[in-house]
């Protein structure tokens, strides 16, 4: 409910120890509740110290107190007061606009439904258990034509290429406009290859796999080796994944822990942050060993 505006000195020192004698002298020195509630704490002490000394007010001790605590409480009144006004006018409009849109929401609520529905569908296998999710990549050796709507490793390592070309070309733009170039393959270079229209690459699918890329260009012989066994096993290529963890780690460790040394001195992958995760087990096989 809306607060009771106070519109007198009696409703404004209600219940705060002030006597009628003392409000009566507060009135006859021309003060308001307007004038009162808008002052600061010294200028109200002052006001208090010029009754007491020059008006020869009589003030009680409670008083003293009791007419700074009842202003207080007025400005915390009123500042309460105007943050409610402002929710209800803000939940007023937001409840107009939701009524207005409603209908458009409700058929796009129906429409995602039934995609998602459709989602499902398409995750369940014949006998109505789900199965995990596909790949976009296919387990593939070094030359393997892969057709249909899977990749081959040659294709996802060629796109960490065509990063790099896109870094040199925000780093070309970036000194021509004057400001600090890239040094890394950021969101800036995410966004100018959408821009450019290749939109197909994308920040979570180029971190996803960045390790993988860093053992194809440290050791491209054992990548491609580690590729051709789960190739002839059949794996997806999440397992392919998660396999190109532990040659990086022996190759951290061979290099006194340095992984982002390793990711530096080398031209190609030295534009390219060390995942978090190969910086996790590399810190957890150092403590194993006790290095």
């Not at 387990?139 to 393997?144: A, F, M, R, Y």
């Not at 290859?193 to 180029?206: D, H, L, Q, V």
């Amino acid at each position: 409910m809306p607060r009771r505006e106070t519109r007198t000195l009696e409703d404004l020192f209600d219940n705060y120890g002030v006597r009628h004698q003392t409000l009566a002298k507060i009135s006859d020195m021309g003060f308001t509740v307007n004038t009162l509630i808008r002052m600061t704490e010294q200028e109200l002490d002052d006001v208090i110290q010029t009754m007491v000394e020059n008006f020869h007010i009589e003030l009680l001790f409670g008083e003293r107190y009791g007419l700074k605590a009842a202003v207080r409480a007025e400005k915390k009144a009123i500042e309460d007061e105007t943050e409610r006004q402002r929710t209800m006018s803000f939940s007023s409009k937001s409840e107009k606009k939701r009524r207005l849109e409603g209908g458009p929401l409700v058929a796009l609520k129906e429409v995602g439904k039934k995609k998602q529905k459709r989602r499902r569908l398409k995750e369940l296998g014949e006998d109505g258990e789900d199965r995990p999710r596909e790949h976009p990549f296919i387990v593939s050796e070094p030359g393997d034509i892969v057709r249909g709507k899977k990749n081959g490793l040659d294709y996802l390592f060629d796109l960490y290429e065509q990063c790099g070309k896109f870094l040199e070309q925000c780093q070309q733009i970036s000194k021509e406009k004057g400001e600090k170039c890239p040094m890394k393959v950021t969101n800036q270079v995410f966004r100018y290859a959408k821009y450019t229209g290749a939109g197909y690459i994308n920040k979570p699918k180029m971190r996803h796999y960045v390790h993988c890329y860093a053992l194809h260009c440290l050791d491209t012989e054992q990548s491609n080796a580690i590729r051709k066994v789960y190739k002839e096993r059949g794996e997806n290529v999440g397992a392919w994944r998660q396999a190109c963890y532990l040659p990086l780690v022996s190759m951290a460790r061979a290099n006194g822990w340095d992984i982002e040394g390793l990711f530096n001195r080398n031209e190609r992958l030295r534009i390219w942050y060390v995942p978090t995760k190969l910086r996790q087990l590399c810190h957890a096989e150092r403590i194993k060993h006790g290095e």
